[in-house]
């Protein structure tokens, strides 16, 4: 059975390694392989955790982001924390999390250990979201909204003092830029980290909450979009304007995720992508009910600019419409 990864990202001081660390110490915490990525060489995080890690070794990628400057070591810090486990006596690791640097992008880390299907089973983003630097922030939508924009699960950190208006109004910030995301609220930090690291979201034929409106206004910089074929699309039609979406948006691609019915069989399939690394595209049971589109969430650009961008091909294309208003 392959390694079930987590990929633990978020903004600056945000709180990502506090989480790990609770979840090191917790039952459930053991049996984890950690690779951190840190900007600097001082290894500040990976010192942290190797204090609640006990004997379990902790990799660190120092000097610079994942996925630029130390391209290619990722891989190589996999493995030695894999072996190192292993050379001590340790059981063999059932999860791995990676903490990324507030620079490093999700996607390009899938992308680096996609050559590793097999040993990886699959990987779930968390995100955590610091209500501290929220409620600090005048604006009336998230602040720093690209972690949580990509990932599948959301820890809210530091939420201490924060009445149920100030969580629900989280909530809202959060669903305003990924209306995907499974959000965890725990006032406790070990109740929030084995939240945030249990089992991965079952692939599942979720309804996201298109097109409803839950009080936060649309984030001027990250958009909602849903994008619909008409009945009887080709799969390769679609998979030609999903290449095309992701060389056109390249780092303004942040997620997708949902059903669409193809010509070639009757199963609806589920596309989805980190960034702009896709996963495999899967048949879903026989099921017409599901409902179809795609959930597109980028940055800086519109619905109606990415509907009449010229991606230089005759590639159907879907209709796109702005599921928040503003
Ligand atoms: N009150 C409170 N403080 C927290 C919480 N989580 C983290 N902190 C504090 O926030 C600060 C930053 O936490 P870290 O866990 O280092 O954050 P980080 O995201 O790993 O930071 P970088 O790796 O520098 O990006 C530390 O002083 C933590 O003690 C929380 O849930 N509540």
Not at 83 to 108: F, Y
Not at 174 to 197: C, G, M, Q, S, Y
Not at 223 to 237: D, I, L, Q, T
Request: proline share 7%; charged share 20%; with cysteine.
């Amino acid at each position: 059975m392959g390694l079930s990864t987590w990929l633990l990202c978020g903004s600056l001081g945000s709180g990502k390694t506090t989480l790990l660390k609770h979840f090191l110490a917790l039952p459930e915490g053991r049996d984890t392989a950690v690779v951190v990525n840190e900007v600097g060489e001082v290894g500040i995080d990976a010192h942290l955790l190797h204090d609640v890690a006990r004997n379990a070794p902790v990799t660190l990628i120092g000097n610079g982001c994942v996925c630029c400057s130390v391209r290619g070591s990722l891989g190589e810090a996999v493995e030695r924390v894999l072996r190192t486990r292993h050379e001590r006596g340790l059981p063999p690791a059932r999860r791995l999390v990676i903490e990324l640097s507030g620079l490093a992008r999700p996607g390009e880390v899938i992308r680096e250990l996609s050559s590793w299907d097999g040993i990886i089973a699959g990987f779930t983003v968390v995100a955590t979201a610091d209500c501290a630097l929220q409620a600090a922030s005048p604006a009336p939508y998230l602040a720093e909204p690209e972690p949580a924009a990509m990932a599948h699960v959301v820890a809210f950190t530091k939420p201490e003092g924060r009445d149920a208006a100030f969580r629900e109004m989280m909530r809202a910030r959060i669903h305003a830029v990924n209306p995907l995301a499974r959000t965890i609220w725990e006032d406790t930090l070990p109740a929030r980290a084995a939240r945030a690291f249990s089992s991965a979201p079952a692939i599942s034929p979720s309804v996201p909450r298109l097109a409803c409106h839950d009080g936060a206004p649309a984030h001027p910089a990250i958009r909602v979009m849903k994008a619909e074929w008409p009945e009887g699309m080709s799969w390769s039609a679609i998979q030609a304007w999903l290449d095309a979406t992701a060389a056109f948006l390249g780092s303004r691609l942040l997620r997708i995720k949902g059903f669409v019915a193809v010509a070639e069989c009757d199963e609806p399939i589920l596309v989805e992508a980190v960034g702009t690394v896709f996963s495999t595209p899967r048949r879903m049971a026989t099921d017409r009910s599901l409902p179809l589109g795609l959930v597109l969430i980028a940055a800086d650009i519109s619905a109606h600019d990415l509907a009449t961008a010229d991606f230089g091909t005759t590639t159907p294309r879907p209709e796109i419409t702005a599921t928040w208003s503003g």
